[in-house]
């Protein structure tokens, strides 16, 4: 009888310490969750922004580049033809060949900074 009443007083008189551990190891997962989310909205804005700026790249050298085979060819329709298919070829490729040029860089990336932010917590 004497053990369970000093178990009883035991859990009374920690109650309110794990109680406060564990909302401060909760608070440490939020925020943590939160550090890793912020940093993976910033670099998914900086992948978005960078492929705009390549867009552009391309649409005004395929614009120059036209322009160009459009004077070496004497026709407007056979130089900007010409662009429009190596640019169908060069989407062809990157649709065949997406997933080892893009998909798993980027989630290698993703899981390397992830792993990153787990071995600084620790």
Do not use: C, H
């Amino acid at each position: 009888m004497a053990e369970n009443e000093s178990l009883g007083s035991f859990f009374n008189t920690n109650k309110s310490l794990a109680k406060e551990y564990l909302e401060t190891r909760l608070e440490i997962f939020r925020l943590g969750a939160i550090r890793m989310a912020s940093k993976s909205a910033g670099f998914l804005v900086w992948v978005i922004i960078s492929l705009f700026l390549v867009f552009l790249i391309v649409l005004f050298t395929g614009v120059a580049v036209g322009f160009w085979l459009s004077e070496l060819t004497g026709s407007f329709i056979s130089g900007f033809g010409l662009v429009a298919l190596s640019l169908i070829l060069l989407f062809v490729i990157l649709a065949v060949f997406r997933k080892k040029l893009f998909l798993e860089p980027l989630m290698q990336i993703i899981l390397d900074r992830a792993s990153e932010e787990i071995d600084e917590e620790e």
